[in-house]
């Protein structure tokens, strides 16, 4: 980009919507290639993990009251220590099984509400600890008992803005899938402008993987992010990758907020009272821009994170339907390529 397009980029980064509408647009199905889809998407699958999961925000999990959720069918409870650290484990309390995630935290221990069963995070009467990490945005739990990988010392984390100078929101919702249906969504960058018209135009994706993995493994996409009213856009350029078996990664490579990420994990579960599989959604939006008014935003970080939760939120209304018809093709077996 020369000096001049960055000159203007700092100071008008939107422009008037004229991409006319929905039916307007140019037809992405013939480059929606099936078999490039699923091919992405079996390359994102071969990828380690380290048993890793994401537990959910790291804002959820709180001094003083602990957080439960199930993992891939394990029950699990996290908790902060006394020195403010993550602590987690099986969410069933030793004793009689009482859910630990109704408990009480009293200095950095959890305290189980049926009997009074103390636990600090060391293992006691047949209870041990999950390995944990908190990366600042997001908390994870290492379930080495599901996971049936080679465990990794931490996370696959991709990069990502500091925490200090972004504004960060995380958003979290649940379908009738499996994580691969989640990431086949995000691999198919195509759909963008036409299943979700309210927030994108103008969609054109400028580099994609081979089906056969050769060339770069990654989906660069031009795009306009419409802004409220539809009345203005922002044009940048987005690059997608699978840094593992349950994780895309969306980094805006040029345009206003360069360096931003948006990291989308996909969750397990366990299963419905149907029998079907449930997965969690878990989206994290690190938010950076090089604009002197962005630190006055970051102030403001706690009003703008419900605005972003809620566009996440509506977007991923859609973009669940997708994955859950995906699933339902699967078991069918009528899935197109």
């Avoid at 100071?11 to 037809?27: I, K, S």
């Avoid at 902060?80 to 009293?106: F, I, N, Q």
């Avoid at 994780?247 to 345009?255: E, I, K, S």
Wanted: hydrophobic share 40%; aromatic share 8%.
């Amino acid at each position: 980009m020369t000096a001049h397009r960055r000159a203007g980029r700092r100071r008008l980064p939107f422009r008037l919507d004229g991409f006319g509408g929905w039916a307007d647009q140019e037809p992405m199905w013939r480059a929606a290639s099936p078999a490039l889809i699923t091919a992405a998407t079996e390359r994102a699958l071969s990828r380690p993990a380290g048993n890793w999961f994401v537990l959910g925000a790291t804002r959820a999990v709180t001094a003083g009251r602990p957080f439960g959720r199930t993992v891939a069918g394990q029950e699990v409870v996290a908790w902060r220590g006394s020195g403010g650290e993550l602590l987690a484990g099986p969410g069933a309390c030793p004793h009689l099984g009482a859910p630990l995630c109704d408990g009480r935290v009293r200095s950095g221990r959890l305290i189980c509400h049926w009997h009074g069963m103390p636990i600090d995070g060391r293992p006691i009467a047949g209870w041990a600890p999950y390995p944990t990490y908190d990366d600042g945005v997001l908390a994870w739990v290492r379930l080495d008992v599901v996971g049936g990988e080679t465990p990794l010392d931490r996370p696959v984390l991709p990069p990502r803005p500091s925490p200090a100078r972004a504004i960060e929101a995380v958003t979290e919702t649940t379908g009738v899938c499996e994580p691969q249906d989640v990431l086949a969504n995000r691999l198919d960058p195509w759909h963008g402008g036409w299943l979700h018209p309210y927030s994108f135009a103008a969609l054109s994706v400028v580099e994609a993987p081979a089906s056969d993995g050769s060339g770069p493994d990654r989906f660069v996409v031009d795009v306009s992010y419409r802004l409220p009213g539809r009345a203005m856009v922002v044009p940048t350029r987005a690059v997608f990758t699978a840094p593992d078996r349950r994780t895309v990664v969306m980094r805006v490579q040029d345009g206003e907020g360069a360096g931003s990420v948006v990291e989308t994990h996909a969750v397990p579960v366990g299963v419905d009272d149907r029998g079907r599989p449930l997965t969690s959604v878990v989206e994290a939006v690190i938010a950076v821009s090089d604009r002197p008014g962005f630190a006055v935003g970051r102030l403001l970080a706690p009003a703008l994170r419900p605005l972003v939760r809620r566009t996440a939120a509506r977007l991923w209304r859609d973009d669940l339907a997708y994955a859950q018809r995906r699933w339902q093709l699967r078991q069918r077996g009528r899935l197109p390529g």
